[in-house]
């Protein structure tokens, strides 16, 4: 399926982060960040805890405003947008920990997914069919409040809910987070088939490995710069990489 | 009045300016024939008299009449010449009607060399006042129904013009017992200096008579609800109740309660209960059975009418367009008859020294006031005779022989 | 240059206030014995008193109390029944209504202990009110809306007071308490305040307890609305229950905020503001609650620190900047701080076995066991979310424990409060740093010997001789402790405006100023430029070669590597691996957890495994979670 | 004991409860607890008292310009004294003394219009507050429909929250910045709430009238005892607010009955708290232990 505001070709650039500094007050954590995303790819941010990874992420969906340099999403500056327009256009971003209405069930989680859009009955059914094929558990889980799933299933919740929206890009902060091998399989296996349906994917992830293995692009960010980039599988093999995750130096 | 008129009236300052302005006219004429006679004491220094009441807080309308009978009595004798040539020049204080305030303003009236005071109305206020001007020497008639406050030996500066909480219990009991024959007397008492004062002297008539309160209910003037006093009095079996209260919203709660419990026992209290804004939030039949103590002279019965110049009082009162609906209170104020009886005694001494004018007043006899023949001894501050008390009742306020001021005595008396 | 600067203007702040104390005591000398601004004056120092207490409360120790006035009530009341019924004299009854107040103080902190602060000023207000219906209520004791009346003077020597003798007493009595108030502010138990205020984690941290704090504020202001309580009542001679509103009580918190909470001079000011302006527009009349109602709004909204606080901020811009001040990256002053003496340290070893804690279901912690040396460096590391930080939350017993055992030097540690452990001798740092902005770096480092520092209450308050000397030997040692940590130049700035680099090397500072023995470091380089890294290594190894134990947790493995002798990986909850840092980073599942099951670790172990030594304990196969 | 003290708990609580839920209404999106409720409620008091009353309208139409009204003002109260603090700190106390001034400004606005003296209002008829015996309780049919309505608008109010915009308003609650990223204003759905808690507040004036009478004095006992309702109820939670409501309302007439009416108040503090000693959150709070 292919989202109407996705217009642009494929391959050219959805998302570009352009010189961008970022901190909280007093205290700095980007320096001179760059990043781009191209449309229809998988884009892997790796880096140590620390690094300024998920200040980025925050940056872009407007929940930070960059103090420095401009953010582009889809041809429109969207810098100094509020977080709630930044979804409206198309962008969306599942934050680290999942962060799901615990006490709101299964069925109002995915509602919400869909929040401030105009569909019918029907457009939103298919959307949730499209859902539960991908995540048959939620199904059945449906009347459930979302605490009351295991960590797997809030985490494929977060993505479902996410999908409920048809983003044009989705930016994933730590999906495997506190999941077991057999569920960080599914849920990666979830991204890429989000990727094949037409999603653009910026994906911030520990497991580096796994990262690599299914981003076509890879940024490394260390200390709050960018210290690398690439393909992946280039990235994957080089020093830069050891360096962010090992070296102080 | 509607509402929306009294509204206007809430407005501090307007009610005032606006009668003045009336009660000015009517005396222009008068004024200029005054000043013609004082000759050349027209230069002389006012008279100042401290005019203590409040002009903001949750009283002002409540307390404001009073003040008018006083104001009233300042205006003629300024148009008739003034107290041996010289002008009264009321000085206006603020108290809120705030008791704490008290201090404060007698220290502020003391600061500006002002040994006369009239006011604070209340009697928590006013015995706080008491306690501040009898330290300082100011003769002072406050409204504060309560009988410590005509106590000379402990307030000599002090003058109580109207009748006080002894015997206005004494009144009600006998009414209660004697006249209607009822012995299951409860009482509802206002939780003030006045409300207990008057509560322990009813408690001691009844004594007295050998009567037991069947039930004493206290409560706080500011409660947003009276109902579970009402209805402790209704359960304890209550045939009478002696009620002290002193404003019209807890009245009318306590009336209202009444009504909704299908509860009508006579009720006897005190003359604040004849303000016709009553009428306003209660039904008249859940007055039926309600009287208030008054001045035998403002009021009639089937033998005996009110007093001529209590009725020439009230056909002034008519002319007042701030007095309207305001009659009963402006009345019953002991402040016409004190300017007045101040008066006499500078006239009588030819002095506006304190020690002088206190010996005066000390041997006041049958001093013809509105409201009574006044008198004092040095030991007794308390001017009104029992004899010119008596009850009337709440509802002949909508009677036309009421004139405002005028009420019917209750039943019997 | 500076130096001289700050002590010309403290000369020309100690020549305007000994000015303002001259005037106020000149004032009788000026006015009316007997006249209304004379009554006026005191009636404003009665409320100064008052509001000198609540800003302590509200202002420093952060308890937002909207029930003041039930304190002044108390003490006007004992006052007024004492000496008007009962024949006490003053002094003896306002004694008593001193007492009552802080007994009240007492019993109105219990729930602050529970309660969050917007719930607790409800429940403050809704005491208020309720008192205010109590005194109406037991009218047996209070005579009931009527009041006590005639309210006599004090009398000293056998002298009873005149007016103007009632306002130098009020007035000496409101300078005294704001000159033992600044003292108290200035001292560890006003440090202790800001701490419970701002960080009650770091006052923990610093063996200071919140819970007792919170308990001296409320006693020292309950304390004084006490005597304030007990010269409105001779000041005004009537004590109703009118004077004693919950409105009353609100208008107290508002002074202190229109003055400026927690400011110096803010209830001063406020009291002023608050209660004098009206007496000078007496025009405003019934307008007056609407206009204070709509200025307080406004103060609030563009001068969060009140008429202090903006005329400061004012102050602040209008004065040339000052070189130097700004803040600057921490990488340009470097002093090493390394040639600085510490005296040894005695470590403390750690021991923790079969550590367990959940929250509601979710195991944060399923059986850790960890052992440290004295004198040695342990680093925990694991991915996020492993339990690393919940490990140093309960073994500072900042967390309760489910199960298991913590040692610290040999001694179980189970039912020691954070604060206790502190004292035992565990210092720590936080992963984001809790230092307390609003005051210098110096104050934070000092906070640290809340604990250590043996001046009464008194003592501190009176600035007697040995409090004073203590005070500063502290002062030194702080000085000292900056200059070993290496930002010894940034002792005065306001730790608000210290880069972030340098706040982590204060919390360090003050950790070691609690005189800890074991330091916990959570996540130290988090954030650190590569200078500030190199930095921290380096003091850590001096920290270690003074002999104190150091558990730190820290995603730098390098780092790492290079100070722990131990290290101890978690991964959801429970130990992965443990041993010396080589060959547990030579540990392919170690890697696995770090970066994915097919990880990097060929990488990794090539380069460590030449160097790898020692057996890597691996207590537990990884229990498998999930649907 | 008579179970009359049953009635009046009952009538007394339902008022407490509708207060409760008017500060919930405000609180969830915000996390704010609006000091000025009690003088909102005064308002729509006085708003519809002197309409219905003084003017005469008719009933419909006082209570439709009353809720509108009190409504607007309320959201004022939003966007000029809780919204910035906000702005500046999420997680700050300003709002306690901006709505606190707030107050201070309408309590004392009010007095200035109407003045001191309470307003009489009669419920639309057929009602009456004329009482009869009813299983040995003395109670009027405005009494039992003060009651019965009571429930009705709370499970209403809930109803709201089953809404996408109500779903939404709760997701705010639970975690702001999660809902942000779903594309959820906070600030558009604190407006709306601030309008719809400021009406609730009106609409439980209107109907506290006839019981209490129209009073300017009305405010500060109605906001305490409905902060007592709403705390012991849980904050946030409506349904545990009306059982709070009436647990309160409950203790506090056995209060006045079984020690004297002057005690009521004490009881009903002392209760609250009791409880909230000892469940901090209220009775019917979720323990929520957020790790730091």
């Given at each position: 399926?292919?989202?109407?505001?996705?217009?642009?070709?494929?391959?050219?650039?959805?998302?570009?982060?352009?010189?961008?500094?970022?901190?909280?007050?007093?205290?700095?954590?980007?320096?001179?960040?760059t990043?781009?995303?191209?449309?229809?790819?998988?884009?892997?941010?790796?880096?140590?805890?620390g690094?300024?990874?998920?200040?980025?992420?925050?940056?872009?969906?407007?929940?930070?405003?960059?103090?420095?340099?401009?953010?582009?999403?889809?041809?429109?500056?969207?810098?100094?947008?509020?977080?709630?327009?930044?979804?409206?256009?198309?962008?969306?971003?599942?934050?680290?920990?999942?962060?799901?209405?615990?006490?709101?069930?299964?069925?109002?989680?995915?509602?919400?997914?869909?929040?401030?859009?105009?569909?019918?009955?029907?457009?939103?059914?298919?959307?949730?069919?499209?859902?539960?094929?991908?995540?048959?558990?939620?199904?059945?889980?449906?009347?459930?409040?979302?605490?009351?799933?295991?960590?797997?299933?809030?985490?494929?919740?977060?993505?479902?809910?996410?999908?409920?929206?048809?983003?044009?890009?989705?930016?994933?902060?730590?999906?495997?987070?506190?999941?077991?091998?057999?569920?960080?399989?599914?849920?990666f296996?979830?991204?890429m088939?989000?990727?094949?349906?037409?999603?653009?994917?910026?994906?911030?992830?520990?497991?580096?490995?796994?990262?690599l293995?299914?981003?076509?692009?890879?940024?490394?960010?260390?200390?709050?710069?960018?210290?690398?980039?690439g393909?992946?599988?280039?990235?994957?093999?080089s020093?830069?990489?050891?360096?962010?995750?090992?070296?102080?130096? | 009045?509607?509402?929306?008129?009294?509204?206007?009236?809430?407005?501090?300052?307007?009610?005032?300016?606006?009668?003045?302005?009336?009660?000015?006219?009517?005396?222009?004429?008068?004024?200029?024939?005054?000043?013609?006679?004082?000759?050349?004491?027209?230069?002389?220094?006012p008279?100042?008299?401290?005019?203590?009441?409040?002009t903001?807080?949750?009283?002002?309308?409540?307390?404001?009449?009073?003040?008018?009978?006083?104001?009233?009595?300042?205006?003629?004798?300024?148009?008739?010449?003034?107290?041996?040539?010289?002008?009264?020049?009321?000085?206006?204080?603020?108290?809120?009607?705030?008791p704490?305030?008290?201090?404060?303003?007698?220290?502020?009236?003391?600061?500006?060399?002002?040994?006369?005071?009239?006011?604070?109305?209340?009697?928590?206020?006013?015995?706080?006042?008491?306690?501040?001007?009898?330290?300082?020497?100011?003769?002072?008639?406050?409204?504060?129904?309560?009988?410590?406050?005509?106590?000379?030996?402990?307030?000599?500066?002090?003058?109580?013009?109207?009748?006080?909480?002894?015997?206005?219990?004494?009144?009600?009991?006998?009414?209660?017992?004697?006249?209607?024959?009822?012995?299951?007397?409860?009482?509802?008492?206002?939780?003030?200096?006045?409300?207990?004062?008057?509560?322990?002297?009813?408690?001691?008539?009844?004594k007295?008579?050998?009567?037991?309160?069947?039930?004493?209910?206290?409560?706080?003037?500011?409660?947003?609800?009276?109902?579970?006093?009402?209805?402790?009095?209704?359960?304890?079996?209550?045939?009478?109740?002696?009620?002290?209260?002193?404003?019209?919203?807890?009245?009318?709660?306590?009336?209202?309660?009444?009504?909704?419990?299908?509860?009508?026992?006579?009720?006897?209290?005190?003359?604040?209960l004849?303000?016709?804004?009553?009428?306003?939030?209660?039904?008249?039949?859940?007055?039926?059975?309600?009287y208030?103590?008054?001045?035998?002279?403002?009021?009639?019965?089937?033998?005996?009418?009110?007093?001529?110049?209590?009725?020439?009082?009230?056909?002034?009162?008519?002319?007042?367009?701030?007095?309207?609906?305001?009659?009963?209170?402006?009345?019953?104020?002991?402040?016409?008859?004190?300017?007045?009886?101040?008066?006499?005694?500078?006239?009588?001494?030819?002095?506006?020294?304190?020690?002088?004018?206190?010996?005066?007043?000390?041997?006041?006899?049958?001093?013809?006031?509105?409201?009574?023949?006044?008198?004092?001894?040095?030991?007794?501050?308390?001017?009104?005779?029992?004899?010119?008390?008596?009850?009337?009742?709440?509802?002949?306020?909508?009677?036309?022989?009421?004139?405002?001021?005028?009420?019917?005595?209750?039943?019997?008396? | 240059?500076?130096?001289?600067?700050?002590?010309?203007?403290?000369?020309?702040?100690?020549?305007?206030?000994?000015?303002?104390?001259?005037?106020?005591?000149?004032?009788?000398?000026?006015?009316?014995?007997?006249g209304?601004?004379?009554?006026?004056?005191?009636?404003?120092?009665?409320?100064?008193?008052?509001?000198?207490?609540?800003?302590l409360?509200a202002?420093?120790?952060?308890?937002?109390?909207?029930?003041?006035?039930?304190?002044?009530?108390?003490?006007?009341?004992?006052?007024?029944?004492?000496?008007?019924?009962?024949?006490?004299?003053?002094?003896?009854?306002?004694?008593?209504?001193?007492?009552?107040?802080?007994?009240?103080?007492?019993?109105m902190?219990?729930?602050?202990?529970?309660?969050?602060?917007?719930?607790?000023?409800?429940?403050?207000?809704?005491?208020?009110?309720?008192?205010?219906?109590?005194?109406?209520?037991?009218?047996?004791?209070?005579?009931?809306?009527?009041?006590?009346?005639?309210?006599?003077p004090?009398?000293?020597?056998?002298?009873?007071?005149?007016?103007?003798?009632?306002?130098?007493?009020?007035?000496?009595?409101?300078?005294?308490?704001?000159?033992?108030?600044?003292?108290l502010?200035?001292?560890?138990?006003?440090?202790?305040?800001?701490?419970v205020?701002?960080?009650?984690?770091?006052?923990?941290?610093a063996?200071?307890?919140?819970?007792?704090?919170?308990?001296?504020?409320?006693?020292?202001?309950?304390?004084?609305?006490?005597?304030?309580?007990?010269?409105?009542?001779?000041?005004?001679?009537?004590?109703?229950?009118?004077?004693?509103?919950?409105?009353?009580?609100?208008?107290?918190?508002?002074?202190?905020?229109?003055?400026?909470?927690?400011?110096?001079?803010?209830?001063?000011?406020?009291?002023?503001?608050?209660?004098?302006?009206?007496?000078?527009?007496?025009?405003?009349?019934?307008?007056?609650?609407?206009?204070y109602?709509?200025?307080?709004?406004?103060?609030?909204?563009f001068?969060?620190?009140?008429?202090?606080?903006?005329?400061?901020?004012?102050?602040?811009?209008?004065?040339?900047?000052?070189?130097?001040?700004?803040?600057?990256?921490?990488?340009?002053?470097?002093?090493?701080?390394?040639?600085?003496?510490?005296?040894?340290?005695?470590?403390?070893?750690?021991?923790?076995?079969?550590?367990?804690?959940?929250?509601?279901?979710?195991?944060?912690?399923?059986?850790?066991?960890?052992?440290?040396?004295?004198?040695?460096?342990?680093?925990?590391?694991?991915?996020?979310?492993?339990?690393?930080?919940?490990?140093?939350?309960?073994?500072?017993?900042?967390?309760?424990?489910?199960?298991?055992?913590?040692?610290?030097?040999?001694?179980?540690?189970?039912?020691?409060?954070?604060?206790?452990?502190?004292?035992?001798?565990?210092?720590?740092?936080?992963?984001?740093?809790?230092?307390?902005?609003?005051?210098?770096?110096?104050?934070?480092?000092?906070?640290?010997?809340?604990?250590?520092?043996?001046?009464?209450?008194?003592?501190?308050?009176?600035?007697?001789?040995?409090?004073?000397?203590?005070?500063?030997?502290l002062?030194?040692?702080?000085?000292?402790?900056?200059?070993?940590?290496?930002?010894?130049?940034?002792?005065?700035?306001?730790?608000?405006?210290?880069?972030?680099?340098?706040?982590?090397?204060?919390e360090?500072?003050?950790?070691?100023?609690?005189?800890?023995?074991?330091?916990?470091?959570?996540?130290?380089?988090?954030?650190?430029?590569?200078?500030?890294?190199?930095?921290?290594?380096?003091?850590?190894?001096?920290?270690?070669?003074?002999?104190?134990?150091?558990?730190?947790?820290?995603?730098?493995?390098?780092?790492?590597?290079?100070?722990?002798?131990?290290?101890?990986?978690?991964?959801?909850?429970?130990?992965?691996?443990?041993?010396?840092?080589?060959?547990?980073?030579?540990?392919?599942?170690?890697?696995?957890?770090?970066?994915?099951?097919?990880?990097?670790?060929?990488?990794?172990?090539?380069?460590?495994?030449?160097?790898?030594?020692?057996?890597?304990?691996?207590?537990?196969?990884?229990?498998?979670?999930?649907? | 004991?008579?179970?009359?003290?049953?009635?009046?708990?009952?009538?007394?609580?339902?008022?407490?409860?509708?207060?409760?839920?008017?500060?919930?209404?405000?609180?969830?999106?915000?996390?704010?607890?609006?000091?000025?409720?009690?003088?909102?409620?005064?308002?729509?008091a006085?708003?519809?008292?002197?309409?219905?009353?003084?003017?005469?309208?008719?009933?419909?139409?006082?209570?439709?310009?009353?809720?509108?009204?009190?409504?607007?003002?309320?959201?004022?109260?939003?966007?000029?004294?809780?919204?910035?603090?906000?702005?500046?700190?999420?997680?700050?106390?300003?709002w306690?003394?901006?709505?606190?001034?707030?107050?201070?400004?309408?309590?004392?606005?009010?007095?200035?219009?109407?003045?001191?003296?309470?307003?009489?209002?009669r419920?639309?008829?057929?009602?009456?507050?004329?009482?009869?015996?009813?299983?040995?309780?003395?109670?009027?049919?405005?009494q039992?429909?003060?009651?019965?309505?009571?429930v009705?608008?709370?499970?209403?109010?809930?109803?709201?929250?089953?809404t996408?915009?109500?779903?939404?308003?709760?997701?705010?609650?639970?975690?702001?910045?999660?809902?942000?990223?779903?594309?959820?204003?906070?600030?558009?759905?604190?407006?709306?709430?601030?309008?719809?808690?400021?009406a609730?507040?009106?609409?439980?004036?209107?109907?506290?009238?006839?019981?209490?009478?129209?009073?300017?004095?009305?405010?500060?006992?109605?906001?305490?005892?409905?902060?007592?309702?709403?705390?012991?109820?849980?904050?946030?939670?409506?349904?545990?607010?009306?059982i709070?409501?009436?647990?309160?309302?409950?203790?506090?007439?056995?209060?006045?009955?079984?020690?004297?009416?002057?005690?009521?108040?004490?009881?009903?503090?002392?209760?609250?708290?009791?409880?909230?000693?000892?469940?901090?959150?209220?009775?019917?709070?979720?323990?929520?232990?957020?790790?730091?």
């Open positions: 399926m292919t989202m109407a505001s996705n217009a642009g070709q494929a391959g050219d650039l959805l998302l570009s982060v352009e010189d961008v500094d970022v901190g909280y007050g007093h205290v700095g954590v980007l320096e001179g960040v990043l781009s995303v191209r449309r229809g790819s998988i884009a892997a941010l790796v880096g140590r805890n690094a300024g990874k998920s200040t980025l992420l925050r940056a872009i969906s407007g929940l930070l405003t960059p103090s420095r340099g401009q953010i582009v999403f889809n041809g429109r500056a969207i810098s100094r947008d509020k977080p709630h327009a930044i979804v409206g256009a198309g962008l969306l971003h599942v934050a680290e920990g999942r962060r799901l209405f615990r006490s709101q069930s299964v069925d109002d989680n995915l509602e919400l997914g869909v929040y401030g859009l105009k569909m019918d009955a029907a457009g939103y059914q298919r959307r949730l069919a499209r859902v539960f094929e991908l995540f048959p558990v939620l199904e059945e889980k449906r009347r459930l409040p979302a605490g009351a799933l295991s960590g797997g299933q809030q985490q494929m919740l977060a993505i479902g809910q996410a999908m409920m929206r048809e983003p044009v890009l989705l930016m994933l902060d730590e999906p495997s987070l506190g999941l077991s091998p057999l569920l960080v399989d599914q849920v296996a979830a991204i088939a989000l990727q094949q349906a037409g999603t653009t994917i910026l994906l911030v992830e520990q497991l580096v490995e796994r990262a293995e299914i981003a076509s692009e890879a940024w490394v960010l260390q200390n709050g710069r960018m210290i690398a980039s393909p992946a599988a280039q990235i994957a093999a020093e830069e990489l050891r360096a962010a995750y090992m070296a102080a130096h | 009045m509607s509402r929306a008129d009294r509204t206007i009236l809430t407005a501090a300052g307007s009610i005032d300016r606006r009668s003045f302005l009336q009660l000015a006219g009517l005396t222009a004429g008068a004024s200029a024939l005054g000043a013609g006679l004082a000759g050349g004491a027209a230069a002389a220094e008279f100042r008299i401290g005019w203590v009441r409040p903001t807080g949750r009283l002002v309308t409540s307390f404001n009449p009073l003040y008018m009978g006083g104001v009233m009595a300042v205006e003629e004798i300024n148009a008739a010449g003034g107290i041996l040539g010289r002008q009264i020049e009321r000085v206006e204080e603020d108290d809120e009607a705030l704490s305030k008290e201090p404060g303003i007698v220290r502020k009236l003391r600061g500006a060399g002002i040994h006369y005071v009239v006011g604070p109305t209340g009697s928590s206020q006013s015995l706080s006042s008491i306690a501040a001007t009898t330290a300082a020497k100011m003769i002072q008639a406050t409204y504060a129904a309560a009988a410590e406050a005509g106590d000379g030996k402990r307030y000599p500066y002090h003058y109580q013009l109207l009748f006080n909480t002894d015997q206005q219990a004494e009144i009600c009991v006998d009414y209660m017992l004697k006249n209607q024959g009822l012995k299951k007397i409860g009482v509802l008492q206002e939780n003030t200096a006045f409300g207990e004062q008057a509560t322990a002297s009813t408690v001691k008539y009844l007295k008579a050998g009567v037991e309160p069947a039930s004493v209910q206290v409560y706080p003037i500011n409660a947003p609800d009276l109902a579970a006093y009402v209805s402790n009095l209704q359960k304890a079996g209550v045939d009478g109740v002696i009620a002290w209260i002193a404003n019209i919203p807890n009245a009318a709660m306590i009336f209202n309660t009444m009504k909704s419990l299908n509860w009508f026992p006579p009720v006897t209290g005190h003359s604040g004849f303000l016709p804004s009553l009428f306003e939030l209660v039904s008249p039949e859940a007055v039926k059975n309600v208030g103590t008054y001045y035998k002279s403002f009021t009639w019965n089937a033998t005996e009418q009110p007093g001529e110049r209590q009725v020439a009082f009230a056909k002034k009162l008519a002319e007042i367009p701030g007095a309207k609906n305001n009659e009963v209170n402006i009345a019953a104020s002991p402040y016409y008859d004190f300017v007045y009886l101040l008066k006499h005694a500078i006239e009588q001494t030819k002095s506006f020294e304190v020690a002088d004018i206190k010996k005066a007043l000390d041997s006041t006899k049958d001093f013809p006031g509105l409201l009574g023949k006044v008198s004092f001894t040095p030991e007794n501050h308390s001017g009104i005779a029992l004899a010119d008390i008596t009850l009337a009742s709440v509802s002949s306020g909508v009677d036309k022989r009421a004139m405002g001021c005028m009420r019917e005595r209750a039943p019997g008396l | 240059m500076a130096a001289s600067v700050a002590k010309s203007r403290g000369l020309a702040g100690l020549l305007v206030q000994a000015a303002l104390v001259v005037i106020v005591l000149a004032l009788p000398l000026a006015l009316d014995p007997y209304y601004p004379l009554f006026v004056a005191t009636q404003l120092g009665v409320y100064v008193i008052a509001a000198i207490g609540l800003n409360l202002g420093y120790a952060g308890q937002v109390s909207l029930g003041h006035g039930a304190f002044i009530a108390i003490g006007a009341y004992a006052t007024a029944l004492l000496t008007v019924d009962q024949g006490w004299s003053f002094w003896l009854a306002a004694l008593a209504g001193v007492a009552l107040s802080a007994l009240m103080g007492v019993l902190a219990l729930p602050s202990f529970r309660l969050s602060t917007w719930y607790f000023a409800f429940i403050t207000l809704a005491f208020a009110q309720v008192f205010e219906k109590m005194i109406v209520e037991w009218r047996g004791l209070t005579k009931g809306f009527a009041g006590v009346v005639g309210v006599q004090p009398s000293v020597f056998g002298h009873v007071l005149e007016p103007a003798g009632v306002y130098w007493l009020v007035a000496i009595i409101a300078i005294i308490g704001f000159w033992l108030v600044n003292n502010v200035r001292s560890r138990f006003g440090r202790g305040f800001v701490a205020r701002d960080a009650p984690a770091a006052a923990q941290a063996g200071a307890s919140p819970a007792r704090l919170k308990l001296l504020a409320f006693v020292i202001a309950a304390c004084f609305a006490g005597v304030a309580g007990a010269f409105f009542a001779v000041q005004k001679t009537v004590v109703t229950p009118d004077d004693f509103t919950a409105e009353f009580s609100i208008f107290f918190l508002l002074t202190v905020v229109l003055g400026g909470l927690g400011t110096r001079w803010g209830p001063v000011v406020g009291a002023l503001v608050f209660f004098l302006v009206p007496e000078l527009l007496t025009g405003l009349e019934s307008w007056r609650m609407m206009v109602g709509a200025a307080l709004l406004a103060l609030m909204l001068a969060p620190h009140g008429l202090v606080g903006a005329a400061r901020s004012l102050f602040d811009r209008l004065r040339p900047k000052q070189a130097g001040q700004t803040t600057q990256p921490a990488e340009t002053v470097q002093p090493q701080g390394a040639h600085v003496e510490r005296p040894a340290i005695s470590g403390l070893s750690l021991e923790v076995k079969d550590l367990r804690k959940s929250f509601g279901g979710v195991v944060a912690l399923g059986g850790v066991d960890l052992s440290v040396a004295p004198g040695t460096c342990a680093a925990i590391v694991g991915p996020n979310g492993s339990g690393k930080t919940t490990l140093l939350n309960v073994v500072g017993a900042y967390y309760r424990r489910d199960a298991g055992a913590v040692l610290l030097g040999g001694r179980e540690t189970k039912g020691l409060s954070p604060q206790q452990i502190a004292g035992e001798g565990l210092g720590r740092t936080f992963q984001t740093p809790r230092l307390l902005g609003e005051l210098t770096v110096l104050d934070n480092v000092l906070l640290g010997a809340f604990r250590r520092e043996r001046a009464s209450l008194p003592g501190t308050m009176l600035r007697l001789p040995g409090a004073m000397a203590e005070a500063e030997r002062r030194a040692e702080a000085m000292e402790l900056l200059a070993f940590v290496g930002v010894a130049d940034r002792a005065d700035d306001l730790a608000s405006e210290t880069p972030h680099g340098h706040q982590r090397l204060v360090i500072a003050r950790a070691l100023m609690g005189g800890a023995r074991l330091i916990m470091l959570d996540e130290p380089a988090a954030g650190l430029s590569m200078t500030e890294l190199d930095r921290l290594e380096q003091l850590i190894r001096r920290i270690l070669a003074l002999g104190a134990t150091v558990v730190i947790v820290e995603h730098h493995l390098d780092l790492v590597a290079s100070i722990a002798s131990h290290v101890t990986v978690l991964d959801r909850g429970v130990v992965l691996a443990s041993g010396a840092p080589q060959a547990v980073f030579a540990d392919a599942a170690v890697m696995a957890a770090y970066m994915g099951e097919r990880a990097l670790n060929e990488q990794a172990s090539d380069q460590l495994s030449d160097e790898a030594a020692g057996e890597v304990a691996r207590p537990r196969p990884v229990p498998a979670k999930g649907a | 004991m008579d179970i009359d003290i049953l009635a009046r708990g009952l009538v007394a609580g339902s008022l407490y409860a509708l207060v409760a839920v008017s500060f919930n209404i405000l609180y969830r999106p915000t996390n704010v607890f609006n000091f000025a409720q009690g003088e909102l409620v005064m308002l729509g006085m708003v519809f008292a002197s309409l219905a009353t003084v003017l005469g309208w008719p009933w419909y139409a006082a209570l439709i310009v009353t809720l509108l009204g009190v409504g607007l003002l309320t959201l004022l109260i939003d966007v000029v004294a809780v919204a910035p603090v906000l702005a500046r700190s999420q997680h700050g106390t300003g306690v003394i901006t709505t606190l001034a707030a107050s201070l400004i309408i309590a004392n606005g009010v007095n200035r219009i109407w003045g001191p003296d309470p307003i009489v209002v419920p639309p008829a057929p009602l009456t507050t004329d009482t009869f015996s009813l299983a040995g309780m003395t109670v009027s049919a405005y039992i429909f003060l009651v019965l309505l009571t009705i608008l709370v499970l209403a109010i809930e109803q709201v929250y089953r996408r915009q109500g779903k939404a308003v709760l997701a705010v609650a639970e975690d702001r910045e999660a809902a942000l990223l779903r594309g959820v204003n906070p600030l558009r759905l604190s407006r709306w709430s601030f309008f719809l808690g400021g609730f507040a009106g609409l439980t004036g209107v109907l506290a009238a006839p019981v209490l009478y129209a009073s300017t004095g009305l405010g500060p006992a109605l906001l305490l005892k409905g902060f007592a309702a709403a705390a012991v109820g849980s904050i946030g939670n409506n349904r545990g607010a009306l709070a409501g009436y647990l309160i309302g409950v203790t506090e007439a056995l209060g006045a009955a079984l020690l004297s009416p002057g005690y009521q108040e004490a009881v009903v503090f002392l209760l609250v708290l009791c409880v909230l000693l000892v469940w901090p959150h209220g009775l019917f709070g979720r323990p929520f232990a957020r790790t730091v």
